[in-house]
């Protein structure tokens, strides 16, 4: 997909999650645009090799620094370790998704262990991350922050396209989701005296080799009758990141094919 937002060359983007599906595609998207890239994850052999990839692409100038979105200390690292190179962080994108273990149970029979740790990991990771970024940030006077939220930030799950699948909604991700919206538009208003714009992205399912039952299940409700590719997610974010959405925070883009619309 060819976009130009121009402005983006040069500038130090910092993305967590870059491993991921969407990840993958944003992190190229940003190269494609000549700016520098830290990739960050927990997967770091899965993200030495997208740097070594991505280095190969024209102008590529790609780096790697692991970590953990939900750990004062990491997030922490990972700022410091941008600094120490280039002084500043233009642009942090936060599309990381922290999965902990039996999430994926209904809502009857979860332990509200289980949902506490979810929260903790994915919400709590988000908040530390857009905090600590914003705070950065706030030194340099300037600075944008992407964060993921879903369409389960904005509707409840309908439940029948899961069915005759292996798959559920895990009932913590609509508060996480639903949570960094709300954090971002917080965050927007808190930080835009600092020339800080902070928005978030609602992507609808991406398609990721699932089972024919389900593509068939989510299509049908979906008014252009499809899941979403993974690099259709990548305009919408580098649009909320560069100067062409100068006058746009607090803001959730929903790149959904219209789930939520009907
Ligand atoms: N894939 C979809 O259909 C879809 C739909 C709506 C919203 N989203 C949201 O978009 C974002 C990206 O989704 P995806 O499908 O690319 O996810 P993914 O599972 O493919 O990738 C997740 C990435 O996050 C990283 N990660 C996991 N835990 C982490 C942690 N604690 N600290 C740092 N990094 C961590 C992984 O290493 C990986 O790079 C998520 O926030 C997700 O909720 C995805």
């Known amino acids: 997909m060819k976009v130009n937002f121009s402005d983006l060359k040069n500038k130090v983007v910092v993305i967590a999650g870059a ?10 998207g940003f190269v494609e645009q000549g700016s520098i890239v830290i990739l960050s994850s927990r997967n770091t052999k899965k993200g030495k ?12 100038k790609v780096f790697y620094h692991p970590v953990d979105i939900s750990s004062e200390v990491s997030v922490k ?12 962080i233009d642009i942090f994108v936060n599309c990381s998704w922290p999965k902990t273990k039996g999430r994926l ?17 994915h919400l709590g ?51 996480i989701k639903g949570g960094i919206i709300s954090m971002t538009k917080y965050f927007a208003t808190y930080f835009a005296k600092y020339n800080i714009r902070i928005n978030c992205i609602c992507p609808g399912g991406v398609f990721n080799k699932h089972d024919k039952v389900f593509v068939k299940n989510y299509s049908k409700l979906t008014p252009l009758g499809r899941m979403a590719r993974s690099n259709e997610i990548v305009s919408g974010a580098l649009f909320l990141s560069s100067e062409a959405s ?6 959730c883009l929903m790149i959904d094919g219209g789930w939520t619309a009907w």
């Open 19 to 28: 491993t991921g599906l969407i990840g993958k595609e944003l992190s190229e």
């Open 49 to 60: 090799q997208l740097k070594n990839k991505l280095n190969k692409l024209k102008d590529g």
């Open 77 to 88: 690292a990972l700022i410091k370790f941008t600094l120490k190179t280039f002084k500043k």
């Open 105 to 121: 149970k209904n809502v009857d029979e979860i332990p509200f262990k289980s949902v506490k740790e979810d929260l903790l990991s």
């Open 125 to 175: 990771g988000y908040f530390l991350c857009t905090q600590k970024m914003a705070l950065q940030m706030k030194k340099q006077r300037s600075g944008v922050i992407l964060n993921f939220s879903s369409i389960y930030g904005i509707v409840g799950p309908n439940f029948s396209i899961y069915n005759s699948t292996k798959i559920t909604c895990p009932p913590a991700y609509p508060l």
């Open 246 to 251: 100068s006058y746009v925070t607090g803001d």
